[in-house]
């Protein structure tokens, strides 16, 4: 391919010879000669190919929660048999991380079979799936006059998972538990810490359960009974189709509801539970109820991609049909939205008349942290919505129990506050 | 460190050899004197005006402010050229002053690469590894003295085309009128650089 500086000479050669031509001038003519002579002497010259490089890279690690330093190797191997000299290697990187040590751009000289290891590191601090390269070579010719370009399309990705945070959990009151031992009360008897209620002695009771006064006041051994405490199925649905768009205000709420189920998501499986996940933004995605570390991996996985926006299907249409084919039914739910549009009122009715208990965590920002001050009509409009989230609160809190989350305010201080409220949620009519 | 390292590299070796062609350029100034419509004075002043614009966009990587001082230089040389009369100039003279300024170009052009690089490199606030540091000073040292010697090849080989010019010119001028000689040598020159493209 012709460089610029070829372009350049070359129209200064046309130049000089259409001066020459038309004043007849022999003199200039010759000025044409050392241009010739360098055309001619870069063709005789000419650079390798990029053909015969081999570009293979290797990212460590590819996962990071949070934030991370992702460290990239770049084996670059020339498998011509010409000596490549002043090959530029610039491999791309995404627009979301940035350099953290050394540099993605190298100026490499290799003899034929010779192997150059190439390394820098990316920070990347946002939530995603990236992805880096390709890798563009360019070579050039000993004068610089003509380039060789080529792109190795060798993608390779990384992932940043969403940063989780150490929550106590919720208080949870599923209408169905699993029979395996766990941390929720399940409403039946048997081993526990929670008082249950009082039943005669039975042979076999252990002597410390029997209740001394209860059994003086009836005159026979009464044993105290306790509420067993089991594993149960939780889905986790998360709202990121936020009002907001794609603003900072929008974008924090988004953060803190992928962090917010995230962090729900590792405290719930590591009590042993099934935790599922609905996850409705820009795209929709889901994960069936299942238990373990996997299965945090597959939630963490799919929480990464999470985006704020809109699809054409609402929420309520895709909540209603994925929920009885992922979920048990009776299980616990856990929406989290923001609660800032009307349909998010409906697919929490329908969700709750399908029997599924109700939890709803609602991160919402309020006054001038949301909008930034001096916009008048935004800190309005705010308003506006923050006064009907409140009438969706009150409607929502007859069928569910609400959690209205600052998401300034770490997740485990507010659901530490929230057990203390005990609403006991209305069955719906 | 290591991109200052790399950096005042790369503007001594450029200065280093641009000095080379700025001298032959200057020293070559004043080398039409006879019935020249200009003074040796105000040219020797333009063009030193014009070098030291070179050199200072070499040195703030102003790569607009480079190629204009070369392109006034060539200018200020065609200039000459053309209100000189033609007795009074030495066509193998003429030659090495044009090939010193298209090879002040092709020093620049050279470096291109490596400033792409600093510029990253001061853009994304990286650093240069020693590995990648060796292979900047390997190019730089390899493909500057390939262009030094192609300077020379470049000198002799014009001026053995404009030895065999000047014989089929004295050849071919009792057949052909000169605009038809010169209207030859546009073609041979068209046809040429045309071929010395690679596919």
Known sequence: MRSPQLSLLLVLSFLILSVGLILQSQLLMILILPLLSLFFLSSLYPSATTEGVRVRRKLSPRMSVGKGQIRVELEVTNLGRRRVEGLEVYDEVPEEARIEKGLNHFLLCLNPEETQTLTYTLQCDKRGHHRVGPTRLRLRDSLGLHVHENIAKEVSAFSILPEVERVGGPELKPKRTGVWPGTISSRRSGEGIEFYGLRYYLPGDEPRRINWKASARLSALVANEFESEKVTDIALVIEAGTIFGDSPVGRLVVESEVKAAASLAAYLLRQGNRVGLIAYGKTRTWVPLDFGKKQLLRIMNHLTSVKAGRTMLSMDYVVNLLAPILFAPRSQVIVISPLATPEIKMTVQSLAMMGYRMLVISPFLRGGHALGDGDEAAEMALRILAIERQNVILELSRISRVVDWNPLVPLSATLKGARRWRIKPQEPR | ?199
């Open chain 2, 1 to 199: 460190m290591a991109y200052q390292a790399a950096r005042t590299k790369m503007n001594v070796l450029l200065i280093a050899s641009s000095l080379v062609s700025i001298a032959i350029a200057l020293s070559l100034v004043g080398s039409f004197p006879e019935g020249s419509p200009i003074p040796s004075e105000a040219s020797a002043t333009v063009s030193i005006a014009l070098a030291f614009g070179y050199i200072c966009g070499v040195l703030t990587r102003k790569s607009r402010v480079t190629i204009a001082s070369i392109v006034g230089l060539i200018v200020q040389l065609l200039h000459e050229t053309i209100f000189t009369p033609p007795d009074a100039i030495n066509p193998g003279i003429l030659l090495l002053r044009f090939i010193s300024i298209v090879f002040l170009f092709q020093f620049f052009n050279v470096l291109t690469p490596v400033s792409r690089i600093l510029h990253d490199l001061r853009q994304k606030k990286g650093e240069l590894s020693s590995v990648a540091l060796r292979h900047i000073n390997t190019y730089l040292k390899d493909r500057l003295a390939r262009v030094a010697g192609l300077l020379i090849l470049n000198y002799l080989l014009s001026l053995a085309l404009l030895m065999l010019g000047g014989t089929l010119g004295l050849f071919l001028g009792d057949f052909l009128p000169s605009s038809l000689q010169l209207a030859l040598v546009a073609t041979c020159s068209v046809a040429l650089a045309l071929w010395s493209e690679p596919e």
